[in-house]
């Protein structure tokens, strides 16, 4: 004899209007496709978690998994993009260890989504999804190019094409640590990952200020900016020595 699966327990019924229905529904699927790959979710999961029918979460997204997983995306995306949003106050290496908390952060509640979207090779990605996510990128550039004096804020130029390169060859980075934290199983601990990449931002400016005049001025702006023992002054005891052994 067949078994019948127990009835889900019964609970009170509210009817919701379409913007709150909608963000409920993108509520249900953030929680599956932070820790899932997009092609190992289903419609009918999506209902299950969010506690409504099949045809329902349709009538919201008639164009299914697809047209889901890309309204998710650009709500994942417009959270991610605000990770990088910090004042413009204390030393800038202060500021970018916050945004880099806050990014890790995220990357560590996104785990398996956040893996499937940056490697690709989803059915699930296309133009579309290719756009929020370079969108992000863009938009954090933005965001510590701002902390390097350069951008749209008030009485900055706008960055040189090596600054702007620099700037985004970091972002690449942190992306990519990000990704083999994952496969490393999160090691090493959040703070010393932390260190590291704003480490990495340090040395790449100071390779970048060699040959290019602009970089070399900013540089020069942000360390009249920090405290004698913050990073910048860590980072220099540690490299000046190797520097004297390599020229002595």
Not at 145 to 172: E, F, K
């Amino acid at each position: 004899m067949t078994s019948v699966p127990a009835a889900p327990p019964a609970r009170a019924y509210r009817r919701l209007g379409v913007e709150e229905r909608r963000a409920q529904l993108l509520g249900a699927a953030l929680t599956l496709f932070a820790h899932r790959a997009p092609d190992d979710v289903s419609i009918d999961e999506v209902a299950v978690v969010a506690g409504v029918s099949r045809p329902l979460v349709y009538r919201y997204f008639p164009g299914g998994r697809q047209q889901l997983y890309e309204a998710a995306l650009g709500s994942a995306a417009e959270e991610l993009t605000l990770c990088f949003a910090e004042p413009m106050a204390g030393p800038p290496t202060e500021r970018v260890s916050r945004v880099l908390d806050r990014y890790l952060g995220f990357v560590d509640e996104h785990d398996a989504g956040f893996s499937a979207l940056l490697r690709g090779g989803s059915v699930a990605e296309t133009s579309r999804t290719s756009t929020i996510v370079d969108g992000v990128r863009r938009a954090a550039a933005e965001q510590i190019l701002l902390h390097l004096g350069r951008g749209s804020g008030p009485g900055q130029a706008p960055a040189g094409p090596r600054l702007r390169m620099m700037v985004r060859t970091w972002i690449a980075a942190v992306e990519a640590a990000s990704l083999i934290w994952l496969d490393e199983e999160k090691q090493p601990p959040v703070p010393d990952l932390r260190g590291w990449l704003v480490d990495h931002l340090i040395a790449l400016l100071a390779a970048t200020a060699a040959s290019d005049e602009e970089t070399a001025s900013v540089m020069a702006e942000l360390v009249d900016l920090e405290t004698a023992d913050g990073p910048v002054g860590r980072l220099a005891a540690l490299v000046v020595p190797v520097a004297q052994l390599l020229n002595p």
